[in-house]
Structures are given as C-alpha cells and as structure tokens.
C-alpha cells in the first residue's frame, strides 16, 4: 500500500498535527497526513519541527500494527507515504482516554496528597473532554454517559463507555509488556476513539505517537524520551528543538523492534498417528494466541529412546518450548517427558467416553517428582501453552490480553441486545 497512488478528495478536517481527507476511489477510507510540527499546553505553545511528521507516522504504523496483529481492534489499514497512513473513515469521539501507571505531571497537580513516583495496580484511567478553549477538563465516567456524545449514528451510552474504558487499558497494558521488553518503563499514555463509517463499530483512532505517552528508559525519568523534554524547555531554541527530535526519532527506531514474531513454542507428542486429528485441535488453539506448534509422533512405550532423542534435539535448540502430550489408555508419554525434560508439559489425553474415567488416572496420577499438568480439552491445552510463554514473550501476552478483553466486549454487547429486545 505504501506510495501507492490514490485520489484525495475533500479535507475533512485539519488538526494542529495532522490533516484528514476524503479518499475518492476508496470509500470508507481517509488519508491522515501528519504536519511537521509539535505542540504543547492547548496549542500554546508551537514549532515547526522538520522531520517529526515521518517520524511520527512510522512510529504510528509500528504501534497499530502491534496492536491489530494482538487482536485489538482499530482504525489502521496502512502506511501510504513516509508521513501518512491510511485508515478506516471515523467518526470521533471527543474524549481522550488517559492511562497511568505512575503518578507524575498533571496528576500529582491535580492531587497534592498523591507523591511523585506513585504506581497504580491497576492502572489508573482518566477521561478528558476535548475542549482548547477549556483545557480539555477531566470528566467523571457520569459526566461521559450523561453526555450522550453522537458519533455517526451512534450515541455513547454506558455500555461503550465501559467497553472503551476496557480497550483503553488493555492498550496500555499491551504496549506496556512491549517496551518492557526493551528495558523502558510507558508511564502514562492517551489515546482516543471512533466510530466506523461503514460498518458503526467503535475502534482505537487518531494517532499514536511520541505526543501520546510519558516513556522512560530503565524507568528513569532523566532518560525521558517523551513530549515532556518539549514541554519542560524554558527557552524553546533550535538546539533544543534537535533534542526533541532525536528523542522522537530513538523511538521510532525501537518501536520498530516491539513488531517480532514470538520467541517460544509449542510441541505435541501424540502416541499413535491416529490422534492427529485431535492433536490438530491443540495446534489450530496454540496459532490462535500466535504460538508456532510442531507435531510429532513418537509413543513412550513402544519408542522410548526414539522419545528420549526428539525431546534431547528440542531443548538443545535453547528454543523456550512447552511440549504437549497426547496418549490415550495408558499414558506413559507425559510423564517420561515430564522426568527427563526441564521445560513444562501438559498432557492432553484424547479420552473417550467408554474408558474415559479409568484412561485419565495415567495422566493424573504421577510418580513422585513429575509435575506435568493435565487439561482434558484441546482449546485448553493450547491456551495453557500460551499462557505459560506469555510470561516472557509480550507478543503472546498481548494476544492473550486482547481475547480476554475482546471475550468481554462480546458479553457487553450481547447483554445490550438481549436488553434491547421488547
């Protein structure tokens, strides 16, 4: 898609940093085109920065690729140029959704008792209506739903007022685990909502960017690399314009880095070729939460050096893996894994109904020193795979965050229609 060309249409509106239009040939798209400029305190303050509109759109594209490819739903489709993206066509919402784990700027100006340096578990979300001539005044969720906002034909009622309060915080929460993962510390972050034109659904729009969040660097606030280092310069000159930028610029280079294809596995044993069907259930639930599955077959019993040998390749590759056990009547195959391998095993044994109170006990009950878990269900025993690798690996944990707070969504939703019937 990039520096493809299209046909622009009318500017739908023009922002301090960015400027939308119409996208003729595409409907239900638009061109978000970034400015070369920073500001700061309402548009207060104000400077041509040459460069940031490029930086800024690649760290944008960077962030909503994240984001989409964890399940989170958004206005993003793609990067046109160097300095615009191309997304779904949405109404805004006028509200900014603020998360905070540390208490720091505004807050603690807002609330002398609160020291500098105060971690929020959980996060801390605030709402701000958007309003320059107001400075932006906070609002309490009372305020969000008693407004009734409109938004194409949509108007924000208490049900996606808690469902943008839910994405909200699993944004923050995924891009958090992201840049932990780089050894930075995302302090707070904004980001705001929309409705589809097309189809009314409500998704993460707007950009974000450097302007979005509080970053440090091993958690140290001296290292800043954020919108603040502008904020705090008495004197706004061009050498501290270029410190600005750099900052921006060593962002946009890492953020770059955050977009990896997971690091960990999942490998399924199966006893007999005949469970393959069943052991396809397991990897089709790993590659949903975006653990790469490899299939293997090899029994215990009838193999047990052939075993030994595959399961010794595995942890030599230094590769972090969760093997799978699949064998049904007697199961010797999780716990011989289970006692010569140092990396977690599950067994998943393809019980059927006729011996399937007595098959299970083999993997239930272990000799002494053998510590592998046993799910009965193939979704299960994927999900528990991911689980046990989302402790490292932030690319798995966003995909586990983003289906729980997807799962909930849905039930919002679906409680909303049930109450919407007459």
Same mark, same amino acid.
């Given at each position: 898609?990039?520096?493809?060309?299209?046909?622009?249409?009318?500017?739908?509106?023009?922002?301090?940093?960015?400027?939308?239009?119409?996208?003729?040939?595409?409907?239900?798209?638009?061109?978000?085109?970034s400015?070369?400029?920073?500001?700061?305190g309402?548009?207060?303050?104000?400077?041509?920065?040459?460069?940031?509109a490029?930086?800024?759109?690649?760290?944008?594209?960077?962030?909503?690729?994240?984001?989409?490819?964890?399940?989170? +739903?958004?206005?993003?489709?793609?990067?046109?140029s160097d300095?615009?993206?191309?997304?779904?066509?949405?109404?805004?919402?006028?509200?900014?959704?603020?998360?905070?784990?540390?208490?720091?700027?505004?807050?603690?100006?807002r609330h002398?008792?609160v020291?500098e340096?105060?971690?929020?578990?959980?996060? +801390?979300l605030?709402?701000?209506? +958007?309003?320059?001539?107001?400075?932006?005044?906070?609002?309490?969720?009372e305020?969000?739903?008693s407004?009734?906002?409109?938004?194409?034909?949509?108007?924000?009622?208490?049900?996606?007022?808690?469902?943008?309060?839910?994405?909200?915080?699993?944004?923050?929460?995924?891009?958090?685990?992201?840049?932990s993962?780089?050894?930075?510390s995302?302090?707070?972050?904004?980001?705001?909502?929309?409705?589809?034109?097309?189809?009314g659904?409500?998704?993460?729009?707007?950009?974000i960017?450097?302007?979005?969040?509080?970053?440090?660097?091993?958690?140290?606030?001296?290292l800043?690399?954020?919108?603040?280092?502008?904020?705090?310069?008495?004197?706004?000159?061009s050498?501290?314009?270029?410190?600005?930028k750099r900052?921006?610029?060593?962002?946009?280079?890492?953020?770059?880095?955050?977009?990896?294809?997971?690091?960990?596995?999942?490998?399924?044993?199966?006893?007999?070729?005949?469970?393959?069907?069943?052991c396809?259930?397991?990897?089709?639930?790993?590659?949903?939460?975006?653990?790469?599955?490899?299939?293997?077959?090899s029994?215990?019993h009838?193999?047990?050096?052939?075993?030994?040998?595959?399961?010794?390749?595995?942890?030599?590759?230094?590769i972090?893996?969760v093997?799978?056990?699949?064998?049904?009547?007697s199961?010797?195959?999780?716990?011989?894994?289970?006692?010569?391998?140092?990396?977690?095993?599950?067994?998943?044994?393809?019980?059927?109904?006729?011996?399937?109170?007595?098959?299970?006990?083999?993997?239930?009950?272990?000799?002494?020193?053998?510590?592998?878990?046993?799910?009965?269900?193939?979704?299960?025993?994927?999900?528990?795979?991911?689980?046990?690798l989302?402790?490292?690996d932030?690319?798995?944990?966003?995909?586990?965050?983003?289906?729980?707070?997807?799962?909930r969504?849905?039930?919002?939703?679906?409680?909303?229609?049930?109450?919407?019937?007459?």
């Open positions: 898609m990039a520096d493809t060309e299209i046909k622009l249409g009318a500017k739908i509106i023009e922002g301090k940093t960015k400027v939308v239009y119409d996208i003729l040939d595409q409907p239900g798209r638009v061109l978000l085109q400015k070369d400029r920073i500001t700061a309402d548009g207060a303050r104000s400077h041509e920065l040459e460069g940031k490029a930086i800024s759109t690649s760290t944008a594209c960077s962030v909503f690729k994240l984001l989409t490819e964890a399940g989170i +739903k958004t206005h993003f489709i793609g990067k046109h300095t615009a993206l191309i997304t779904y066509k949405c109404d805004m919402i006028p509200i900014e959704w603020v998360t905070r784990r540390v208490a720091t700027g505004s807050f603690i100006r002398k008792g020291p340096g105060y971690r929020f578990s959980p996060p +801390k605030e709402t701000f209506f +958007k309003d320059d001539e107001n400075h932006d005044p906070q609002w309490t969720h305020e969000c739903v407004a009734k906002l409109k938004a194409g034909n949509r108007t924000i009622d208490e049900d996606d007022i808690d469902i943008m309060g839910k994405m909200t915080v699993a944004v923050f929460e995924i891009l958090e685990r992201a840049w993962s780089l050894d930075c995302l302090i707070d972050m904004k980001i705001e909502f929309g409705v589809r034109t097309d189809n659904e409500l998704v993460v729009a707007d950009i960017d450097s302007d979005s969040w509080r970053l440090w660097p091993a958690g140290d606030r001296r800043m690399k954020d919108k603040e280092v502008y904020r705090q310069l008495k004197e706004v000159t050498e501290g314009l270029e410190t600005v900052n921006f610029q060593w962002v946009a280079e890492r953020v770059e880095k955050l977009v990896v294809k997971p690091t960990g596995r999942a490998v399924v044993f199966m006893g007999s070729p005949s469970d393959k069907e069943y396809e259930k397991i990897r089709e639930a790993c590659q949903t939460y975006g653990v790469p599955c490899q299939l293997r077959v029994s215990a009838k193999g047990s050096k052939d075993t030994l040998q595959i399961l010794s390749e595995y942890e030599g590759e230094g972090p893996t093997f799978i056990a699949v064998a049904g009547r199961n010797g195959l999780g716990p011989v894994l289970s006692g010569n391998a140092t990396w977690p095993v599950i067994n998943c044994p393809p019980v059927k109904a006729d011996w399937a109170a007595q098959d299970v006990w083999s993997s239930l009950r272990l000799p002494s020193g053998l510590g592998c878990a046993t799910v009965i269900s193939p979704e299960g025993a994927g999900l528990n795979a991911a689980q046990i989302g402790l490292y932030h690319v798995i944990w966003s995909r586990l965050r983003a289906r729980q707070v997807n799962t969504i849905g039930l919002i939703e679906a409680d909303k229609k049930t109450r919407d019937v007459i």
